[in-house]
T-cell receptor, first 114, second 117 residues
């Protein structure tokens, strides 16, 4: 299994541009998440999904959109990029079974908005 | 919502010494407390977790303790080694099928641990 795969790994955007961060997992996990990580600030939840067709906001959703058309894919869309969205973005997934709470993270996508 | 505070932000120890990182949480309904390790430029990875019905859990050189009354939990690393150098994050969540929302972790701000030779 490849686990959680994110693309691209690095991207530079100009203010006002849009882009999509791709995330796919091959572990048949129901739950998927997008976090952003800013220096010294830990990880903050942007959006999450409990299954195909179902998404919900996390702590910091403004400026982002998501969709979940399949169990495997959970893309994150940035519209009208702003410097405040410069960050490292991590996609993660987890099992439906609540006996284990482990989140499996992708390698991250470093985004710079200039 | 949940708020998790983590201390210290940086910690430097000599190889072989012990390291302790402490976290507090605000939501008394939280029942799941994991610790993630993140090496430089890498993804966070789970190293140990504890449920609210357990006071202590140990896995080789690492252990976690939980005080539900005081709403704080701690990570203990004994006999530290250079490869323990990384950023450690604590987190908290309400985990269970009935929540219907997966495992929405709230993370602390991280502790940079440096193990010096």
């Amino acid at each position: 299994n490849a686990g959680v795969t994110q693309t691209p790994k690095f991207r530079i955007l100009k203010i006002g541009q849009s882009m999509t961060l791709q995330c796919t997992q091959d572990m048949n996990h129901n739950y998927m998440y997008w976090y952003r990580q800013d220096p010294g600030m830990g990880l903050k939840l942007i959006y999450y999904s409990v299954g195909a067709g179902i998404t919900d906001k996390g702590e910091v959703p403004n400026g982002y959109n998501v969709s979940r058309s399949t169990t495997e894919d959970f893309p994150l869309r940035l519209e009208l990029a702003a410097p405040s969205q410069t960050s490292v973005y991590f996609c993660a997934s987890s099992y439906l079974d609540s006996s284990t709470g482990e989140l499996f993270f992708g390698e991250g996508s470093r985004l710079t908005v200039l | 919502g949940e708020n998790v505070e983590q201390h210290p932000s940086t910690l430097s120890v000599q190889e072989g010494d012990s390291a302790v990182i402490k976290c507090t949480y605000s939501d008394s309904a939280s029942n799941y407390f994991p610790w993630y390790k993140q090496e430089l430029g890498k993804r966070p990875q789970l190293i140990i977790d504890i449920r609210s019905n357990v006071g202590e859990k140990k896995d080789q050189r690492i252990a976690v303790t939980l005080n539900k009354t005081a709403k704080h939990f701690s990570l203990h690393i004994t006999e530290t080694q250079p490869e323990d150098s990384a950023v450690y994050f604590c987190a908290a969540s309400i985990l269970g099928i009935l929540t219907g929302g997966g495992n929405k972790l709230t993370f602390g701000t991280g502790t940079q641990l440096k193990v010096e030779l």
